[in-house]
C-alpha cells in the first residue's frame, strides 16, 4: 500500500512495476507470481492525471469508499472513523497486490517489488501485509472458499458444473462488450481506460471466536453445530453444498470442483435444505425466486480468498478474539464493481426484503447494530435462531482502478504534464 508525495515519482515507480506485471494474453500458463497495480482516485490525482481524465471515472471511484459509507451501510463498528490508518481517506494512492504459487515464489516476487521501491523517491510505503489461502482454500472460520466464479465468455477455459451461462467479458473487463451488447462507460482517454476494470478492496477482522461462542449457544452437540455454522454459510467446511447433501458433510464432495459447484435452487423452493438466509445462497440466488427482481448475471464478481491469521479450530472462544489477528481481504473485479458492491450491501447482505425476510440480515458479513436472527425454514413451522452478531469487522477499504499494462505505461511517460 502506497502512498504518492510526488507526481514525477510516482509516475517513475508505475513504469517499472509495469514491466513486472504479466500480460493476460498467456494466463492460462503456469507461473510462479504474479502481481497486480491498482490505483485509488486520488491516487491519480496524486499522480497529475488530467481534469478530463479523472471526471471521466464513475462518481462512486471520484468519492472513495469512504465517502459512500452511506451507500454501503458502513455504519457502527464499521464506519470509516473506526478504520485502520492506512484506509483512512487519502491515504492508499496504489495497491500492489503479489501473488505466488509457493512462499519461495512470493519473497522473491517480494523482494523484486521492495528493490523497484527502494530506487523510487517521491512515494512512502503506507503498509503491507501477507495474505493467502493453502490447499484446502479455508476462510477465517474453516471453510472450504471461492468455489463459485463466473463463467466468462471468450475466456477459452472450459467452464465447471454449476458455473451457470457465460458472462460477457465487459462485466469484467472495460471496452469489451457487456451483457447489454454494448461496452459500458471507460475512462478517457481511451490509451488510459480500455482493457482495464475495477477492483473493490475491503479488509475485515474474523471474530472467530464469538462465530464459536454462538454455535455453542444454539446447538449443544459437535455435530449439531457443524449443521448450524453449514446452514448459516450454505456449505459444509468441505465445501459440499446443502442442496446435494443436507445432512452431512462429504469431504470427497467438497474438494471435488466437477461436482462441488454442480447445483441450483430449483429443487429447494422452500429453502428446506439450504436457507434463504444463508450466505451463498443471498450473495449468488441463482435461479431462487426472490421478491424483488435481480439480473443475478450483472451482480457476478470475480474474486480470490485471500485470509490472514491462524487456521480455523473449535476451541477458540469470544474472549481470544483480537489475540490474534485474523481476517480476509475481500478482493473482486468487475467492470461495474461499484454499483454490485453497494448494491450487495444494501440489499442481498445487509436486508432481507428481496427473501421475504424483512430486516434479517446475513448471518456471515451483515452489520448487526443489534443482535440479530437466522430463519432456517422447516416443517411444520420454521426456526430463528436469535443472537446474530457481527462476526466480520470492516477495518478498511478503498475503491480501486486497476488499468492495463499499457495504461500503465501511459500514466508513467506523463505527456499531458506541461501541454
Known amino acids: 500500500m502506497l502512498h504518492v508525495d510526488d507526481a514525477s515519482g510516482g509516475r517513475d515507480l508505475l513504469g517499472r512495476l509495469a514491466e513486472h506485471v504479466p500480460s493476460a494474453e498467456d494466463w492460462t500458463n503456469e507461473m510462479e507470481s504474479w502481481v497486480g497495480v491498482a490505483i485509488s482516485h486520488e491516487g491519480l490525482k496524486a499522480l497529475g492525471l488530467p481534469e478530463e481524465s479523472l471526471s471521466s471515472f464513475p462518481l462512486p471511484f471520484r468519492q472513495g469508499m469512504a465517502a459512500r459509507a452511506e451507500m454501503l451501510r458502513d455504519f457502527g463498528e464499521n464506519a470509516p472513523e473506526t478504520w485502520e490508518e492506512p484506509f483512512k481517506p487519502g491515504t492508499l494512492h496504489i495497491a500492489l497486490t503479489i501473488f505466488a504459487a509457493d512462499e519461495a515464489a512470493r519473497d522473491k516476487a517480494v523482494g523484486k517489488a521492495m528493490a523497484e521501491l527502494e530506487r523510487s523517491s517521491g512515494v512512502t510505503l503506507v503498509a503491507t501485509h501477507e495474505f493467502g489461502a493453502d490447499e484446502d482454500a479455508e476462510n477465517p ?24 451461462p457465460a458472462i460477457a467479458a465487459g462485466e469484467f473487463i472495460l471496452g469489451e462488450n457487456s451483457e447489454t451488447g454494448q461496452p459500458l462507460g471507460v475512462p478517457q482517454p481511451p490509451e488510459l481506460g480500455r482493457n482495464g476494470t475495477y477492483v473493490v478492496l475491503r479488509k475485515y477482522n474474523s471474530r472467530v471466536g464469538a462465530f464459536n461462542d454462538f454455535l455453542r449457544e444454539h446447538a449443544e452437540s459437535e455435530e449439531a453445530q457443524h449443521l448450524l455454522a453449514a446452514k448459516m454459510v450454505g456449505r459444509w467446511r468441505s465445501g459440499a453444498p446443502l442442496i446435494l447433501s443436507p445432512d452431512h458433510d462429504d469431504e470427497d464432495l467438497g474438494a471435488d470442483p466437477e461436482r462441488n459447484n454442480d447445483f441450483t435452487f430449483r429443487d429447494d423452493p422452500k429453502g428446506l435444505l439450504c436457507p434463504y438466509s444463508s450466505h451463498i445462497r443471498r450473495l449468488n440466488p441463482r435461479d431462487s425466486s426472490m421478491t424483488i427482481l435481480t439480473d443475478v448475471n450483472i451482480k457476478r464478481i470475480i474474486r480470490r480468498p485471500s485470509t490472514f491469521g491462524p487456521k480455523w479450530t473449535s476451541d477458540v472462544t469470544a474472549a481470544d478474539d483480537g489475540k490474534d489477528a485474523r481476517g480476509l481481504f475481500f478482493i473482486f473485479i468487475s467492470a461495474r464493481a461499484y454499483d454490485t458492491i453497494e448494491f450487495l450491501q444494501q440489499e442481498w447482505i445487509n436486508r432481507g426484503n428481496f427473501i421475504d425476510l424483512g430486516e434479517e440480515l446475513d448471518p456471515i458479513v451483515g452489520l448487526h447494530e443489534e ?38 505505461k501511459w500514466i508513467a511517460k506523463g505527456e499531458w504534464v506541461g501541454s
Do not use: K, W
Open 141 to 164: 472460520f474453516g471453510f472450504r472458499d471461492a468455489i463459485a466464479q463466473p463463467n466468462i465468455a471468450g475466456s477459452g477455459v472450459d467452464p465447471l458444473p454449476g458455473d451457470g
Open 371 to 408: 443482535p440479530g436472527t437466522f430463519t432456517i425454514p422447516d416443517e411444520p413451522a420454521r426456526r430463528r435462531v436469535n443472537g446474530v452478531t457481527t462476526f466480520n469487522r470492516l477495518r478498511g477499504g478503498e475503491y480501486m482502478f486497476m488499468p492495463s499494462i499499457s495504461a500503465l
